[in-house]
Nanobody, 122 residues
Framework: VQLEESGGGLVQAGGSLGLSCAAS????????MGWFRQAPGEEREFVAS???????HYADSVKGRFAISRDNAKNTVYLQMNSLKPEDTAVYYC?????????????????WGQGTQVTVSS
């Protein structure tokens, strides 16, 4: 499956931004989807995931501020980010896998997008 993120950009602290990830190539509804992020010099870290049956998980750092959703008819997964902080600055990646376990581990995912930059200014 091919994944393409969009929606990144520059936003002030406290603002909101919505990311989209469009999938193509295989049956999107069969895949569990995740969002990860990577800041310069840091490891890639889990942000949020949504299973094929719409069970969601969030990193503690974004819980209550970010929301993940999916539209299987549009083959798209979304990440709505509110109350953004400078520490949310990173390249955001969407990823897909067919296993519901290890949803927070990058190694568990089979397919990745190229990423979209999110920059939050203070």
């Amino acid at each position: 499956v091919q994944l393409e993120e969009s929606g990144g950009g520059l936003v002030q602290a406290g603002g909101s931004l919505g990311l989209s990830c469009a999938a193509s190539g295989r049956t999107f509804s069969n895949y569990d989807m995740g969002w990860f992020r990577q800041a310069p010099g840091e490891e890639r870290e889990f942000v949020a995931s949504i299973s094929w049956f719409r069970s969601t998980h969030y990193a503690d750092s974004v819980k209550g501020r970010f929301a993940i959703s999916r539209d299987n008819a549009k083959n798209t997964v979304y990440l709505q980010m509110n109350s953004l902080k400078p520490e949310d600055t990173a390249v955001y990646y969407c990823a897909a896998h067919t296993s519901s376990s290890n949803y927070d581990r990058p190694a568990a995912y089979d397919y990745w997008g190229q990423g979209t930059q999110v920059t939050v200014s203070s």
